[in-house]
């Protein structure tokens, strides 16, 4: 990644240090963090990136406070007006009608205004959530991508992000209308303090109710989210592995995986809808009970002359105004479980911290040499098995060495060690006499280039793909890089040059051509320890000996180590380091190898059968 767009981490808030570089980061990101204190509730963890865009959102709050007031001052107003206007002659009624049709619109022009606010605010916390995991995602360590699947992390960066936002904006929106809803009982107060509790009996039993409903949602909206998660998690392989499955005729076979998958959303939907069909219409029709007492309580007062027609009316208004924060609430805790459950699958990433890291006070490797050593290296991708084992190697700079091992014999791994994509469990790598665990991880990869035996490109320009890693170079540059690897002609060829977009992982190019634009963007950072990780293996051989004759060139004063298969590439090296079971067995030249290791031999002969 370019060093300028490293990101920020959330320990960075914490502790002033950056585990990418010590550089602070141009993007501007989050306006907030969420908390790391897991010991908090969910909602309290979120609150950090509510509270970054308060203006909009207490401005939305106010303004629909505002309107919810004008509201509840209609059917006062209505009462007066019937009494007074109807009733008693006492006050002219076009005034109060005046007076009701102002109040309307300024209810509704406050409400817009607040619909406006509050939407702003949900998509701009929206966009942060999703930009903090990614941020998050960027600074997580390789080892973390070795047992999650993409799919479930794409899930949560989407449906999991929107479940939380819309909960996190719109239940204070719900708050207020039910906080109106104690103005309104106000009113209802002074009309009458009698007929006002009546109509408020059935309130404790909403109150039961919600607590009971919030309770069983919770587990199914927990099974809903991860259920459309591993949907996800299947549709993204598909995509990603369209070739396989095509080539061994297994669309079926995957479209059945996906039914099945899909059966158990459904099934999860279902059991939420049947929940909610099971308490919604206790909290959606309770009300309608206090609506009918009042109408058997006031209507005998109103029969006895102890109220006015004016005041029943208004009564009803008010006791309507209550009944919708009450409806509301089966919403609200719906939302807050399906908010809460994915929440907390947010926060099982953020929560997630990297095993490699730079220690505090890391510094940056300067004017590197290229002395690569490793030494007394044990490493193994878990605890149960160990691929390399006593490693011992000392590279000098300027050195170029080939790597040889059966597969599985730890060639990759010491790459990975090279440019600390992993820590080695015991010993030490170290670059210039610098171990890589007290230097900038950016310096670091700067200063040893990996080209991988799998290269990944960017759906962009091939000369953004190869410009990757020095975002400001020239054309020059990046076409001086390209016929280095033997990839300017092909290049050329496409219909529009370098500024061809690649397809998706560049799979509208061959495997050789993939490779020497994977070559191009590594020479071009122009590294002083360069690492071939059988970076040749899908090129023919008349291109890699196109590719060889650049590469010596390149090889001089820089260390190079090639992890080889082929018999050609070891040629490259002066060097050779056999490999066996995660340790250095031989060391010597070609020749002297083929004259002492019968191992060495022996990978060779194999390595001549398979490239036959």
Partial sequence: MPHSLLPRSPALEENGANPLGGVRSTYPGPRAYISRDSNLPWWRRILPIIASHRLPFIASIVLSFASLIFQTLVPNLLNNAITNSLENHVAALHRAVIEIIVLALLAGVSGIL????????????????????????????????????????ISRANSDIRSVQMYSTFAPLIL?????????FGFMLKIDPLLACIAMVVMPILYVVGIKMRRVL???????????????????????????????????????????????????YVKDAQIRGQWSPWVQNLPQLGLALVLAFGGMMVIQGR??????????????????????????????????????????????????????GAYDLESVRGALDFDHVHFGYGPEVEILSDFDLHVSPGEIVALVGRTGSGKSTVARLATRFYDATEGSVRVDGHDVRDVTLASLRASVGVVLDEPFLFSVSVHENIAYGVPGASREDVEAAARAAAAHDFISELPGGYDTVIGERGYTLSGGQRQRIAIARTLLVNPPVLILDDATSAIDVHVESTIYRALRALMTDRTTLVIAHRISTIALARRVIVLEGGRVVADGTHEQLLASSSLYGEILAQTMTRDD
Wanted: glycine letters at 4%.
């Fill in 218 to 268: 919770f587990p199914i909206s927990w099974i809903t989210q991860a259920r459309l998660a591993d949907v996800a998690t299947i549709v993204d392989e598909n995509v990603n592995g369209v070739r396989v499955v095509k080539s061994f005729a297994q669309e079926e076979a995957e479209i059945n995986r996906l039914a099945d998958a899909a059966e158990r959303v459904a099934w999860a």
């Fill in 114 to 153: 607040s619909r406006q606010y509050l939407f702003r605010t949900a998509y701009e916390v929206e966009a942060d959530l999703r930009s903090l995991i990614y941020e998050h995602l960027t600074w997580l360590s390789f080892s973390f991508y070795d047992r999650v699947q993409s799919g479930q992390l």
């Fill in 176 to 184: 207020v209308q039910t906080s109106i809803g104690v103005l309104a």
């Fill in 307 to 360: 109220l006015s027609v004016g005041a029943i009316l208004a009564f009803n208004a008010y006791l309507l105004m209550l009944q919708a924060p009450f409806m509301m609430l089966g919403q609200l805790v719906m939302m807050g479980q399906r908010a809460r459950a994915s929440a907390e699958r947010i926060f099982e990433i953020l929560d997630e911290n990297p095993e490699v890291v730079e220690r505090p």
